[in-house]
Nanobody, 125 residues
Framework: QVQLVESGGGLVQAGDSLRLSCAASGGTFSSYTMGWFRQTPGKEREFVAAISWSGRSTDYADSGKGRFTISRDNAKNTAYLQMSMLRPEDTAVYYC??????????????????WGQGTQVTVSS
């Protein structure tokens, strides 16, 4: 069974940067499309970014374009989300997810097979 564990969340000020990590175990990480989603209370979980299994292709929601960078290190079984120029509206619980069907891009929540438990990011103004 694939397990995903996010880390790196916290409380930061507007304009700061933060890097989230997603460590995977129990599967073949190098064959998964990896995605990041976020969710705030009362709202649907929304797509943030995705990266193909090779790392050669990436996709971003408009909200993060130019500010967020998704990457992965297949040797470390870890995906990352580097967030810069953070805004209060980026405050959310951030989740990483894995899709094992070799699809790309994968932007729909329902297409992902495995999820982490989430990490809170809070951006103060």
């Amino acid at each position: 069974q694939v397990q995903l564990v996010e880390s790196g969340g916290g409380l930061v000020q507007a304009g700061d940067s933060l890097r989230l990590s997603c460590a995977a175990s129990g599967g073949t990480f190098s064959s998964y499309t990896m995605g990041w989603f976020r969710q705030t209370p009362g709202k649907e979980r929304e797509f943030v970014a995705a990266i193909s299994w090779s790392g050669r292709s990436t996709d971003y929601a408009d909200s993060g374009k130019g500010r967020f960078t998704i990457s992965r290190d297949n040797a470390k079984n870890t995906a990352y989300l580097q967030m810069s120029m953070l805004r209060p509206e980026d405050t959310a619980v951030y989740y990483c997810a894995a899709d094992d069907k070799r699809h790309f891009p994968v932007v729909l929540r329902g297409e992902y097979d495995y999820w982490g438990q989430g990490t809170q990011v809070t951006v103060s103004s």
